[in-house]
Every structure is written in structure tokens, then in C-alpha cells.
């Protein structure tokens, strides 16, 4: 199956919490179309509270099967990026929203699909392009059934002797 690698750099923002019972959560914010010459969890900025955050590379890994997938997030209002993060580190990043949305329903993860660049969204095109194979709907149609032709299978039924409570017993 042909697939492609990109490798993208993803950050993240951290706000300070809303009421003072609050804490503050790292939450994704953007990716890079190409891996920065940046140590991961480097704190790039800090102002009025609000940090941004140098998670670290991922791979984003593109498959011929998935196309489909792609070719949905690529026509939707905004592309998107779907980053997940498990205990503030970078866990996995996709294109497919599909499989964006099934790591949703992880309570352990923090997920969030961010606007995808220009050039990952270039690349992407040309990987759907190249791999896509346009499956038609094909709907199964039923077959009649007459149901005077069917024979219905019965149960089983036992003779009285072939029954366990009458096994062996003497009356």
C-alpha cells in the first residue's frame, strides 16, 4: 500500500485558567508544515500568562487506503490537523477525520483539530491526486422470498425416554 511521510512540528498554547479553582492546559494550537530546529517542550513565548509551547515533531503519515478520508477533510469548510496530546506530550497527529474523531472519545487525550498549513494541504492534494480510486455505491438489491417455498425447521423434540429427568429413574 503507498504511503508518505511528512514530518511537522506542532505548538501548543497554555492559558491561564479562567477561575481561580481552574488550572491552566496545554492545548494544541498550530502545526508546522516542517520540523523546526527546536528542542521538544521548548517555551518559545510567554506573555500576560498566555505560553506558547514547542511540543516536537510528529509524523504524519499518509495512506493510499485513507484517500476517501482525506479527500472529505480536504473539501471541508477549514482542513484541519487533528493533534493528540496525553499527559502535555505530543501522542499522534493525522489528517483523517475520521480517525481524528475516534481518539475524540479518549478521555485520557486531549484532542484538537487545528487549520492545516498551505503546504501540508498542497501535499496532501497531490497524495489524494495520485493514490485516489473512486469506489461507486453499489446497493444491494434483496432477493425475493416465497415464503410458501421455505421449510421451517422445527425443534428438535425428545421422546419421553430420550429426556435427563427420565434417564435411569425407576418409578
Do not use: G
Given at each position: 500500500m503507498p504511503r508518505t511521510h511528512l514530518r511537522i512540528g506542532v505548538l501548543a498554547t497554555r492559558r491561564p485558567p479562567v477561575t481561580r479553582w481552574g488550572q491552566a492546559q496545554l492545548r494544541p494550537s498550530a502545526v508546522l508544515p516542517a520540523e523546526p530546529d527546536l528542542a521538544p517542550d521548548t517555551l518559545i513565548s510567554s506573555e500576560n500568562g498566555v505560553e506558547s509551547w514547542y511540543l516536537g515533531a510528529g509524523d504524519l503519515v499518509l495512506y493510499s487506503g485513507d484517500t476517501a478520508h482525506h479527500l472529505d477533510n480536504l473539501n471541508a469548510a477549514t482542513p484541519s490537523v487533528?493533534?493528540?496530546m496525553r499527559e502535555d506530550k505530543l501522542a499522534c497527529v493525522t489528517v483523517?477525520?475520521?480517525e481524528g474523531e475516534g481518539y475524540?472519545?479518549?478521555?485520557?487525550a486531549v484532542v484538537e483539530a487545528v487549520p492545516m498549513?498551505?503546504?501540508i494541504r498542497d501535499a496532501l492534494a497531490a497524495f489524494v491526486a495520485?493514490?485516489?480510486v473512486e469506489i461507486p455505491f453499489k446497493k444491494r438489491k434483496r432477493q425475493p422470498v416465497d415464503p410458501n417455498a421455505m421449510q421451517a425447521h422445527a425443534p428438535r423434540i425428545l421422546a419421553q425416554r430420550e429426556k435427563w429427568h427420565d434417564r435411569g429413574s425407576k418409578r
Open positions: 487533528w493533534v493528540v483523517d477525520p475520521y475524540a472519545s479518549d478521555l485520557e498549513p498551505a503546504l495520485e493514490h485516489h
